[in-house]
């Protein structure tokens, strides 16, 4: 909660090393990450528990830099019965975590200054964030990334060293049902939508301005 509020305070431009007064100017981003992915590991436990899992509550890493923390994430201390209840648990975190995230990114979008490109205050963190990052920002900023920024790759490395390989279900013969397989596509396909940048061609028709060219 510190750390993620002392980053949330540094988007906006202030040191609470020298404004403690200020702390309350983190807190809306402070509660919107850790509500984020609280729920999205809470998917993952509750769709555990469901299936006769042992897991552990959900633990939160803090750094005090860069968003203030490195995610959070649940162990699994037993195997799972088989490959349905292996794609249940994996398959609840973020769809759980996307229902908080979506409306976040959303009121986000309707309290935030629109300014061009040239022209970000001083001081504030990366001097904000371009709306066409990602198909999926690109489209909600309308309704009111791998390829983009290599440091995505260190975001991968740190999870699989938190979260280690996965334990393989006990039966993994039984195949997935066609509902869970096409929950599944639908899955990818909004990872794709997040990750994926606008195409450059577009981002004049959208009207937006292309930081990465």
């Known amino acids: 909660m510190l750390t993620t509020t002392w980053a949330g305070a540094a988007h906006q431009g202030i040191d609470l090393l020298r404004e403690p007064g200020q702390f309350a100017?983190?807190?809306?981003?402070?509660?919107?990450?850790?509500?984020?992915?609280?729920?999205?590991?809470?998917?993952?436990?509750?769709?555990?528990?469901?299936?006769?899992?042992?897991?552990?509550?959900?633990?939160?890493?803090?750094?005090?830099?860069?968003?203030?923390?490195?995610?959070?994430?649940?162990?699994?201390?037993?195997?799972?019965?088989?490959g349905r209840s292996l794609f249940d648990v994996a398959v609840a975190g973020p769809l759980a975590g996307l229902a908080v995230a979506i409306p976040a990114l959303l009121i986000g979008l309707r309290s935030s200054t629109i300014l061009p490109v040239d022209a970000a205050p001083a001081g504030h963190m990366f001097g904000g964030t371009?709306?066409?990052?990602?198909?999926?920002?690109?489209?909600?900023?309308?309704?009111?990334?791998?390829?983009?920024?290599?440091?995505?790759?260190?975001?991968?490395?740190?999870?699989?060293?938190?979260?280690?390989?996965?334990?393989?279900?006990?039966?993994?013969?039984?195949?997935?049902?066609?509902?869970?397989?096409?929950?599944?596509?639908?899955?990818?396909?909004?990872?794709?939508?997040i990750l994926v940048p606008l195409p450059h061609a577009l981002w004049t028709a959208a009207g937006f301005h292309c930081p990465y060219l």
Not at 37 to 66: C, D, K, S
Not at 134 to 162: E, H, Q, T
Not at 167 to 183: A, K
């Open 25 to 82: 100017t983190g807190l809306p981003y402070s509660f919107a990450l850790l509500a984020i992915l609280g729920v999205h590991e809470l998917g993952h436990y509750f769709a555990a528990r469901r299936h006769g899992i042992n897991v552990t509550p959900p633990f939160f890493i803090p750094v005090p830099f860069a968003l203030g923390t490195f995610g959070a994430f649940i162990q699994m201390r037993s195997p799972t019965e088989n």
């Open 130 to 193: 371009s709306a066409g990052s990602s198909l999926l920002f690109a489209l909600l900023a309308r309704l009111l990334a791998l390829f983009v920024w290599s440091g995505l790759m260190m975001w991968a490395i740190i999870v699989f060293f938190i979260a280690g390989r996965s334990t393989p279900p006990l039966n993994d013969v039984t195949p997935i049902t066609p509902g869970r397989r096409w929950l599944g596509y639908a899955t990818f396909a909004i990872l794709a939508s």
